[in-house]
């Protein structure tokens, strides 16, 4: 009797013992065995890529321009929280500021580690060869883009386009490496992707490929490459894009920064609030500080144009949807007292952007002479690609490429002056004259927009030029830059941001930096 | 639990009681006069003696003496020699607190300290019920040599942060290892401090290498109360505590406020902001102070009753608390029921069995607030004066002008809620069977099982409404935690050779379950978060993990003539979260009890004198389970229409499959000495632990993801020397005195970090610049920045220029000089570890008062504080200066190295001008008990009734500017020192009352 019990009780404790399994099955993720079998997979996949660059840290905020302040369409307050915009815009951009930097180098890289995901992975899926194809050349198409910003920004960066190893630390290749594999991306993108995604269109497509190769060839023609022959290619990408018609200028050059995925766009990221992804450059973000809401939001006062570049506007409707020149200041009976933007009532004494208040509704929601209210997070798409873009692209390239300005040219450039409220450019412009007019016209057209004016001025390394019609009542630029060729000349490369350049020992920081 | 494992071991050593004519009867007890079971009773000058009975009763023959003289001891207890008078005696036996013959816990069974060869020391539940503790981990500050106890969060409920002898992991948890009666890793959030019976820490690597992976941080073995034989006892106590910020930050009022944003626009080159009218209508009206309108001073409470007794077959202890500590802010609160209960059933003369069950009832309310600029608590501190709370209409005002862009710091801690509640049931059975004389076979098995709900509600008036996210959510875990330890223990003594052996299996394993729903966008919140189906937008996720581990260990204690001690152990770990499953940890210490030599039996200044040392490797499991396998996670959905959700799937980091264990090598050596007779001990060990294959969670470049993989990248080393001095000066029959002083010095060094020089650290929270770095020679808790140099002057004007700056400018150490602030100046400018920390316990009774205190520092640090960084506005969301140090800025004719607003100046967060010398010294507590007499007492049936008032964190001396120098972002290692909005610990004044019956 005792025996059995203790038997039993012995047996028990000793019921599980030498039978423990160390094997690990994580059921709650996927991994790569159980992964890229089926076109949903793919689906998911090509999707993240899209994230990389959707979320807050890369570009949903104005930090996705910090590096484009050198700009004359952009410029920040002298003081508050700052410091990394006003850096950039004295001219005197550092690696490690505020952080504010790292959007701009984590959202592609992480785009291009996704995409690189996609196109080892994509051939492996259980689907028909188009499928497959549709979503691999959004990968490349995405690692292409992602590319671009890169070495618009950073000059030389490694050219990774496979999975590496974990402790993998490339060198950075050549500027003409990495274009190399963005034409080559993008060829292919043009070759897997369809013309058009029904329903979805915030991907990408086989236009969306064909603008992006035009401003790449454009660009390639410019600064630091200046391989002019890409003119003629970059005339006949836009053409194409012109050609297929699939795209019509909005007519009210206000509305397409009240609707998402209108007529005019080609390529832009979505977003949504209640999901998680708030867009967050239009609203408090270019509101001025000094202007509060009737719901007591106050501006957030990032960013607004230089003085000199909103006097230097043509006068035009585009204009005026562009710029915000009466503050609206709420007083004690809350009621807003209008001031103009010189006032020395307002706080900056700049005018600011009307066409990133309001959003998709959502953002600022004012009338004349009141503010309802204001919030720093719209659903408004980011638009990186609209159709005047490749007007614009057409006009320059086919006039650079044909070494005088065609009547093809004067349409394009034509196009997008009439919508704007202008008349048509002079005739007969010289080829020099006419490009500065595009490139003029590229300014106003996508004033604030994505560093599109930033990266006109390194590609044609307009610095001396912006420079000299800089106010003095901006923020002060430390004239041994101002003054110095050599060092201004740095100033068309932004430093790569500190920590990076710590991960990676051997790589040299730009100089200047 | 140690009295039971002494009258075990008694049992077997039993002697004879012989019967002859004269016989004495007695009684021995302790000092509340309950009965001693098992206290050895001895004739003097004679081979007699016995053992109490259960009733703490002894009857003893004593031969023909007339007066003789009994001797009583009992472990843990003052011997003391009684001359008998008469038939029969009772003897009140005085506990002793410095004994070097106690029993201690040594983990997988127990051993007199007098033969331990490890360093440890131990916490008995007299030091833990005098102070009124929420967590069981504030037992630990000041009253142990080598353990460093930091409150470095006031939030209700928060955990403390322990480390034993230095920071090992990077990347791991540095906390102890807890071990609650067998069960390894329980958690001591569990555990009420009114329930310990004991807490043994085992320091060094001989007394844990038993512990193996898990042992690198230390152990502490807690060990819960049992019931004892003997009538019911039933004990009550209760305590009160009010609580408050003892501190508050020097800001600016409306007035000082609004001058201080005209000044900085002007000096901008802006218009003013305010004009004269409204600042004279701010300085007669006064503004908002708004840390006063965050903060509260609440109300602590905590009760306690507990129910204890048995006889020789069963003895249970029965316990309840209660403790509802509400936040030091508002809308916060911690509250926890704990149940327990102990029972001890001897189920023959060869086999007991021990169950002990709890059952926890935690519930917190926002206390998770991560200690973030974007806290209330830091948002109060960069909040605009002239703004007030609420509107006319009596609504919240959200934001405010000037000042922080955040949400107002009242509405956002008003209108969050963040609600968590857990039932936790843990169960432990103890099967100990005697199988022969010397062998026993203990079987040790618990189950833990907890259920935990997560609620959230984030409605419109709060910073995620404001941005259009306000949501309500609820999260539901189930975790399971399975342990069976099996272990064979021999005892055999062959002439002066005595030998334990003890043989252990073991296997563990835990699973995790969890899912969250999430409702955005509600179309109404009157349900508040029990209706998330109201959300416009439904997300949902769940997640998964389990792991095992499977051991095996060994171990041999001999002596010989209990003079020379030896201990060797190996114990084997089998762990699912690596390839290569098992990993081996030995261990040997040896101890010389020189007191026991011939030479020294005539010396009158050493009643014990010990000498030992140890070698030991351990373990720290810094891998995560499935970190070997690459991870593809379910992000956040796409949009590509902007409404309709698309799956994503990013691929996480690679990851690097050949990941170990950290291993920490440590050599130990240790004096233990007593003086005369025990009314004077002290302790000094000096150690050197080196912690190899560190593991570290490298963020992988942007290109290959950015996201975080481990990686076994060098070493860490920690040397020391830890001392325990305890005494007692007076002790005489009115007045005692007795004091404790621990001190500890430890030195922390990077060794190595797998080819490279440093690796700058992301920073914890939002703050958008690094502080931190690993760098090899330098300690962990490096801070990393621009060396401030204060301003520049008038006189260095052309200089300035050079830089492009002007006088009142901020001025840095230029390392390179290339006349520009770069990346290349920056350099190490601080360090967050502590080089020396210490603790001084005094308890002076007189009659029937205790008058105990306890103070508790640390020096040799800094703490980079970025609440006072962004007070000067200018930096993340804080757009102007609220600290009373911008009204003495910069200005041509009074030059402070306060920099002056301009639009030249840098203000680089990561600078040495946020750094602060940390160094501290508190009264951690100082109390007045008074033990109602007996005479009093006995006539209302009252055993015992005490009441006292205490007060905690009374004073602080510190040169240290900010809230509190014991608080810290203190996430890991590295970023230790780091401080960015946490809540401060309280002040509390306290009072009580401990009732027996």
């Not at chain 1, 274009?179 to 369809?194: C, E, H, M, Q, R």
């Not at chain 1, 430390?478 to 920590?499: C, E, F, G, R, S």
């Not at chain 2, 010397?438 to 259920?451: A, M, P, R, V």
Request: aromatic share 10%.
């Amino acid at each position: 009797m005792k025996l059995r019990y203790i038997t039993f009780l012995l047996g028990l404790t000793l019921a599980g013992a030498g039978c423990q399994k160390l094997t690990e099955d994580p059921k709650g993720s996927l991994t790569p065995g159980t992964y890229f079998k089926t076109a949903s997979d793919l689906d998911a996949a090509v999707a993240s890529i899209y994230l990389q660059l959707a979320v807050d840290a890369a570009y949903a905020n104005i930090s996705n321009s910090t590096p484009c302040f050198g700009s004359d369409d952009l410029t920040t307050d002298p003081g508050l929280n700052k410091l990394g915009f006003r850096l950039f815009d004295q001219l005197n951009g550092n690696s490690d500021a505020d952080g504010r930097l790292n959007n701009v180098w984590q959202g592609p890289w992480t785009a291009i580690y996704q995409a690189n995901n996609v196109i080892a992975n994509y051939e492996k899926v259980d689907a028909a060869d188009d499928v497959k194809h549709a979503y691999a050349g959004q990968a490349f198409y995405l690692r292409a883009f992602s590319y671009y910003m890169l070495v618009r920004t950073f000059g030389p960066v490694p050219v990774i386009d496979k999975p590496l190893d974990v402790d993998a630390r490339p060198a950075r290749d050549s500027v003409s490496n990495v274009y190399n594999l963005i034409v080559s991306d993008l060829k292919t993108a043009i070759g897997f992707l369809p013309t058009s995604f029904p329903g979805a269109p915030g991907k990408a497509n086989q236009q969306a490929a064909k603008a992006l190769l035009a401003e790449v060839y454009l660009t390639m023609a410019g600064w630091p490459l200046k391989q002019t022959a890409n003119y003629a290619l970059a005339a006949e990408q836009s053409d194409a894009v012109i050609k297929s018609g699939q795209f019509t200028l909005v007519p009210d050059y206000a509305k397409v920064f009240t609707t998402n995925n209108n007529s005019e766009s080609i390529f832009s990221l979505q977003f949504n609030v209640a999901g998680g992804l708030p867009q967050r450059t239009f609203g408090s973000s270019c509101m001025p500080l000094d202007e509060v809401a009737l719901n007591g939001n106050s501006g957030w006062d990032d960013f607004y144009p230089e003085i000199n570049f909103y006097q230097a506007a043509p006068k035009c409707a585009r204009t005026d949807a562009t710029f915000y020149t009466t503050i609206k200041l709420l007083q004690p009976n809350r009621t807003f007292k209008l001031v103009p933007w010189s006032s020395t009532e307002t706080h900056a004494g700049h005018p600011y952007y009307k066409k990133f208040r309001s959003g998709v509704g959502d953002g600022i929601v004012e009338t004349d002479n009141s503010i309802i209210s204001a919030n720093p997070s719209t659903n408004k798409t980011l638009d990186i690609i609209r159709y005047p873009m490749v007007l614009l692209n057409y006009a320059e390239a086919s006039a650079m490429a044909a070494n005088a300005p065609t009547s093809e040219s004067y349409a394009a450039i034509n196009q997008v002056r009439r919508r704007a409220g202008l008349a048509d450019l002079t005739p007969g412009l010289a080829l020099n004259a006419f490009r500065d007019s595009v490139v003029q016209e590229r300014a106003y057209e996508f004033a604030g927009e994505f560093g599109i004016r930033w990266f006109d001025i390194v590609r044609l390394q307009l610095l001396p030029q912006i420079l000299a019609k800089r106010s003095n009542l901006e923020n002060p630029i430390n004239p041994a830059v101002a003054n110095n060729p050599a060092a201004l000349a740095q100033k068309y490369l932004t430093p790569i941001p500190t920590n990076e350049m710590l991960r990676n020992p051997q790589w040299q920081q730009n100089p200047g930096y | 639990m140690q009295r039971l494992v002494l009258m075990l071991v008694m049992a077997f050593v039993f002697l004879d009681v012989h019967a002859q004519q004269h016989t004495v009867k007695g009684t021995v007890t302790d000092e509340g006069n309950q009965p001693l079971p098992g206290a050895t009773v001895r004739v003097k000058a004679s081979t007699v003696s016995a053992i109490t009975d259960a009733s703490g009763n002894f009857q003893i023959n004593t031969g023909e003496q007339a007066s003789p003289v009994l001797i009583v001891s009992y472990i843990g207890y003052v011997e003391q020699e009684v001359t008998v008078n008469g038939a029969s005696v009772t003897v009140r036996l005085k506990t002793d607190a410095h004994s070097l013959n106690d029993v201690v816990v040594v983990g997988y069974g127990v051993q007199r300290k007098r033969d331990v060869t490890g360093a440890t020391s131990t916490v008995r539940s007299e030091e833990i019920v005098k102070r009124p503790l929420v967590r069981v981990e504030q037992a630990l500050q000041g009253t142990t040599s080598g353990v460093q106890v930091a409150s470095n969060n006031g939030q209700p409920g928060a955990g403390l942060s322990v480390r034993i002898r230095g920071v090992n992991s990077i990347t791991g948890s540095n906390e102890p290892l807890y071990v609650i009666d067998g069960y390894i890793g329980g958690s001591v959030e569990s555990l009420n401090p009114n329930d310990i019976e004991s807490m043994e820490i085992l320091k060094d690597a001989s007394a844990t290498a038993i512990y193996g992976s898990r042992g690198s941080n230390g152990v502490v073995l807690v060990t819960t109360k049992s019931g004892k034989e003997g009538k019911t006892r039933v004990d009550f106590s209760t305590w009160f505590s009010k609580a408050s910020v003892p501190k508050q930050l020097d800001l600016m009022n409306a007035y000082d406020f609004a001058r201080t944003v005209n000044t900085q626009f002007q000096l901008s080159g802006n218009p003013a902001a305010f004009t004269d009218a409204q600042l004279q209508e701010l300085q007669s009206k006064g503004g908002t102070n708004w840390q006063k309108e965050l903060q509260q001073s609440p109300w602590i409470q905590n009760y306690q009753l507990s129910v204890s007794g048995g006889n020789t077959g069963v003895r249970y202890m029965f316990s309840f608390n209660h403790l509802d500590q509400p936040g030091l802010i508002l809308n916060q609160y911690y509250k926890r029921t704990t149940l327990r209960s102990n029972v001890d059933v001897k189920l023959n003369d060869k086999m007991d069995l021990k169950v002990n069950v709890t059952a926890l009832f935690p519930q917190n309310r926002n206390t998770q607030y991560p200690g973030d600029l974007i806290d209330p608590f830091a948002q109060a501190t960069q909040w605009d004066p002239t703004s007030p709370v609420r509107n006319a209409d009596g609504k919240y005002i959200l934001s405010a002008q000037y000042g922080s862009i955040q949400i107002n710091p009242v509405a956002q801690a008003s209108n969050q809620q963040v609600d968590n509640s857990a039932t936790n049931l843990t169960g432990t059975g103890v099967f100990t069977w005697r199988i022969l004389p010397g062998l026993s076979f203990t079987s040790n098995n618990t189950y833990e099982i907890q259920w935990s709900l997560n609620q959230q509600l984030f409605g419109k008036e709060t910073s995620l409404g404001m941005s259009g996210r306000d949501f309500a959510s609820q999260g539901n875990t189930r975790y399971r935690s399975y342990q069976n330890s099996n272990f064979l223990t021999y005892r055999g003594d062959f002439g002066d050779h005595s030998l334990t052996l003890t043989a252990l299996y073991e296997q563990q394993n835990r699973r995790n379950i969890n899912s969250n729903a999430q409702g955005v966008n509600l179309i109404s919140y009157v349900n508040g978060y029990y209706n998330i189906g109201l959300g416009s937008t439904q997300l949902v996720s769940s997640g998964y993990w389990a792991d095992a581990l499977q051991s095996y260990m060994g171990r041999v204690n001999y002596a010989y003539k209990n003079k020379y001690l030896l201990t060797a152990a190996v114990r084997v770990d089998g762990s699912s979260h690596l390839l290569d499953k098992y990993s081996t940890f030995p261990s040997l210490a040896l101890g010389w009890n020189i007191a026991k030599e011939g030479f020294m039996q005539d010396n009158r200044i050493f009643s014990d004198l010990k000498l030992r040392a140890s070698f030991g490797v351990t373990g720290n499991q810094a891998v995560n389970p499935y970190a070997t396998i690459p991870q593809i996670s379910t992000g956040a959905p796409y949009y590509f229409d902007g409404s309709k959700p698309t799956v994503t799937t990013p691929l996480g980091s690679p990851v690097s499959t050949s990941l170990k264990w950290e291993r920490t090598e440590q050599y130990d050596a240790g004096l233990d000495a007593a003086f005369l007779k025990g009314r004077l001990t002290f302790t000094v060990d000096a150690y050197h632990k080196k912690i190899k294959d560190l593991l570290y969670y490298f963020q992988a470049p942007f290109y290959n993801s950015g996201a975080t993989y481990a990686r076994n990248i060098g070493s860490v080393e920690n040397k020391g020397l830890e001392f325990a001095l305890g005494g007692t000066p007076i002790s005489t029959k009115k007045l005692t005195w007795s004091s404790n002083l621990i001190a500890s010095i430890n030195r922390n060094k990077v060794v190595d970090l797998g080819g490279l020089d440093n690796i700058v650290v992301n920073n914890i929270g939002s703050p958008q610049s690094n502080v931190s770095i690993l760098k090899i020679g330098q300690p962990l808790g490096e801070f990393y920045g621009y060396k401030f140099l204060g301003t520049w002057k008038a006189k260095e004007a052309a200089e300035a220029a050079l830089f492009g700056m002007k006088p009142g400018d901020a001025k840095y150490v230029d390392v390179d000089g290339d006349k520009k602030y770069t990346a290349a100046d920056l350099q190490t400018i601080g360090n967050g570890t502590p080089k020396f920390t210490f603790g001084f316990i005094n308890d002076i009774k007189y009659d029937n008062f205790t008058l105990s205190f306890m103070l508790q520092g640390a020096t040799g640090y800094q703490i980079y504080s970025q609440t006072l960084a962004y007070v000067w506005g200018g930096l993340g969301d804080a757009r102007n200066a609220t600290t009373q140090d911008a009204l003495d800025i910069w200005t041509p004719t009074h030059e402070t190295d306060n920099p002056t607003f301009s639009k030249s100046s840098t203000n680089f967060i990561n600078s040495s001008r946020y750094v602060y010398n940390a160094s501290y010294m508190k009264l951690k507590n100082l109390s007045i008990s008074y033990h109602i007499p007996e005479s009093l007492l006995s006539k209302v049936k009252l055993r015992n009734l005490e009441v006292y008032v205490s007060g905690q964190n009374l004073f602080t001396v510190t040169s240290y500017p900010g809230y509190d120098p014991e608080i810290t972002n203190a996430t890991n290692a590295i970023t230790q020192g780091l401080e960015m909005g946490v809540i401060p610990n309280p002040r509390t004044y306290t009072f009580g009352l401990r009732a027996g019956f």
